[in-house]
């Protein structure tokens, strides 16, 4: 199986995977930078992922579906599992802003 690989489209794909994730990689740190990252990074991965199936399905459909599928089963629990806890992180910052709002510094129900 192995002997009959294409290895020149393999080494195209490749370099062009590496050559990608350098222009991928300085777009990630200009939105880290900017702080339009914050809560994303999943869909980053995502985006990273898709670009090296992608790849691969230059070289094999069939292999990129199967690894495809292997990643959304592997993934998909992290990607519930991200937003979850985003989202979480979220409301308790907006619960603090809104206590602030409402009670200033000082703590509700404690003598002054």
């Given at each position: 199986m192995m002997?009959?690989?294409?290895?020149?489209?393999?080494?195209?794909v490749?370099?062009s995977?590496?050559?990608?994730s350098i222009?991928?990689n300085?777009?990630?740190?200009?939105?880290?930078?900017?702080?339009?990252?914050?809560?994303y990074?999943?869909?980053?991965?995502?985006g990273?992922?898709?670009?090296t199936?992608?790849?691969?399905?230059?070289?094999?459909v069939?292999?990129?579906l199967?690894?495809m599928?292997g990643?959304?089963?592997s993934?998909?629990p992290?990607?519930?599992?991200a937003?979850?806890?985003?989202?979480?992180?979220?409301n308790?910052?907006?619960?603090?802003?809104?206590k602030?709002v409402t009670?200033?510094?000082h703590?509700?129900?404690?003598?002054e």
């Amino acid at each position: 199986m192995m002997l009959g690989m294409n290895w020149g489209l393999i080494g195209i794909v490749y370099l062009s995977l590496i050559l990608l994730s350098i222009g991928y990689n300085q777009l990630i740190g200009w939105l880290e930078k900017h702080g339009y990252a914050e809560g994303y990074t999943v869909d980053l991965v995502i985006g990273g992922v898709a670009f090296t199936l992608a790849g691969i399905a230059v070289i094999s459909v069939d292999a990129a579906l199967i690894t495809m599928g292997g990643f959304v089963c592997s993934g998909l629990p992290m990607i519930i599992g991200a937003r979850w806890r985003f989202a979480q992180k979220r409301n308790h910052g907006q619960a603090g802003q809104i206590k602030e709002v409402t009670y200033g510094n000082h703590t509700p129900g404690l003598a002054e």
